[in-house]
């Protein structure tokens, strides 16, 4: 099994169908707590994207059960060999899949304030900002310790050797933390 990224830019809202056939893909647990919102379609549409990356990379027809790690990470506990990562923006998806841990994270850029891009990042560029957003999410989800867990780390994210920033769509930033040896190749992006 080889690591690989998708990722799916947003352009319309779904329709019925659309929605229906892609709230199919959510694991039975998260069908149960999914609550239809402003965020909806790119849910659904990132466990889309993540079974499209299934079928492509393992030929798999179906997403298997999913359970969630004691600090809250999602994996397959049948399938302890292959692991993945979501994550989802207003108007775009991506979902990495691996032999090995991976974390995937995408942002669109949006106003930021200052105060809280100097604390956070110690940088007063918007641009800057969301590179190391996405780099400290990437690696906190590849972790299993999330953004906060990454953000008292106190490593640069930046400087992790399994990291990469991967190009998407103008207006938006994608990173993805890998365990070294895994590292993705192009990132296969798609339009809804």
């Known amino acids: 099994m080889r690591t690989a990224l998708f990722a799916a830019r947003l352009t319309r809202a779904l329709s019925a ?3 229906m056939l892609l709230f199919s893909c959510l694991p039975p647990e998260r069908q149960a707590r999914f609550r ?3 965020a909806r379609d790119e849910i659904l549409c990132a466990y889309g994207l993540l079974c499209a990356a299934l079928y492509a990379v393992l030929d798999w027809r179906e997403l298997p059960p999913v359970a969630l790690s004691d600090r809250g990470k999602p994996y397959f506990p049948d399938f302890p060999g292959v692991c993945f990562s979501l994550s989802h923006t207003d108007g775009a998806v991506m979902a990495g899949v691996s032999p090995a841990p991976i974390g995937v994270d995408i942002e ?3 106003p930021v304030r200052p105060r809280l891009m ?5 940088t007063g560029s918007p641009d800057a900002f969301f590179r190391y ?5 990437a690696v906190g989800k590849r972790d299993g310790a999330g953004v906060i867990g990454a953000l008292h780390g106190g490593g640069a994210p930046l400087s992790d050797t399994g990291y990469s920033a991967p190009d998407v769509w103008p207006g938006y ?8 040896g895994h590292a ?4 296969r992006l798609y339009t809804v």
């Open 118 to 122: 100097e604390r956070v990042a110690g």
């Open 17 to 19: 169908d659309e929605q």
């Open 133 to 137: 957003w996405v780099a400290l999410e």
């Open 173 to 180: 930033y994608a990173g993805v933390a890998c365990s070294p």
């Open 36 to 38: 239809r919102g402003a």
């Open 184 to 187: 993705p190749g192009e990132t």
């Open 108 to 110: 669109r850029g949006r």
